[in-house]
């Protein structure tokens, strides 16, 4: 299938915008073949500001109207409590609040941006997915990663080299307890890697220190300003280790 015969099929949906590469292709596909389109953004605990910021711009730029729904994950024991399906309920909680909204907007038709390069069989959260109905056109119709950051840069899609970024908790161990301040204390740490000009990094949490995962290309950096860097991250962890097994 292709997707203007999915819009054909699906004249009138609402957008899941998560402010990455997949769900701004797929809502600028919306906005290209569908007659009526509506994007909803969740703000949580587990999304960095910029992310919010950049489905804000992505909106502005397909002229499509955004809906931002807040969501306190952490109100949810199973969530909080971080077990391997962490990612289950917390999509079970997400995709509740949009389904509840888009349908109150009298949008019934919800989409999402999985593609076919992701394996769905290693994602709790598709799960959720499947018991709210939620579409995934991008998978339906054969579009891979490599082929969405393509015509992505075709169509001027500012996010199209724009690296995958996972949500904040999954930089805490499983089976820790998920806190606001802990999380606070990772995107802190990461606002600083970003301010040196550091991209598609983690900095995960070891106990109280920061344990950063770097492209092997950026290592050299790091240590050229290890003391300035390690110094500012010192603020949020107690210690700062470099992860020989660097994130790729």
């Not at 389904?99 to 290693?122: C, F, H, I, K, Q």
Request: net charge neutral; aromatic share 10%.
């Amino acid at each position: 299938m292709e997707l203007k015969e999915f819009f054909d099929k699906y004249p009138k949906v609402a957008v899941a915008c998560s402010g990455g590469v997949d769900s701004a292709f797929l809502l600028y596909q919306a906005k290209r073949y569908a007659k009526e389109v509506r994007a909803y953004f969740v703000r949580s605990q587990f999304q960095p500001e910029f992310e919010g910021e950049d489905a804000k711009k992505l909106c502005a730029q397909a002229g499509a109207e955004l809906t931002v729904i807040d969501v306190d994950v952490l109100s949810d024991a199973a969530v909080r409590s971080n077990p391997p399906d962490r990612c289950y309920y917390c999509k079970k909680r997400i995709f509740a609040a949009i389904r509840l909204r888009a349908e109150e907007d009298d949008y019934p038709v919800l989409l999402e941006g999985t593609n076919a390069s992701d394996d769905v069989g290693d994602r709790p959260g598709v799960k959720a997915l499947a018991e709210y109905g939620v579409l995934s056109p991008l998978r339906e119709c054969g579009y891979d990663k490599e082929r969405i950051r393509r015509e992505a840069k075709e169509a001027g899609l500012f996010v199209h080299d724009k690296p995958a970024y996972a949500c904040l908790a999954t930089r805490i161990p499983r089976g820790r307890t998920i806190t606001k301040e802990l999380l606070t204390r990772v995107e802190q740490a990461e606002n600083v890697l970003f301010s040196f000009g550091f991209t598609d990094f983690r900095v995960r949490v070891y106990h109280e220190a920061a344990r950063l995962q770097l492209p092997e290309a950026q290592i050299p950096e790091f240590m050229r300003r290890k003391r300035e860097i390690t110094d500012r991250l010192l603020e949020y962890f107690d210690e700062v280790f470099l992860d020989c097994a660097v994130n790729r």
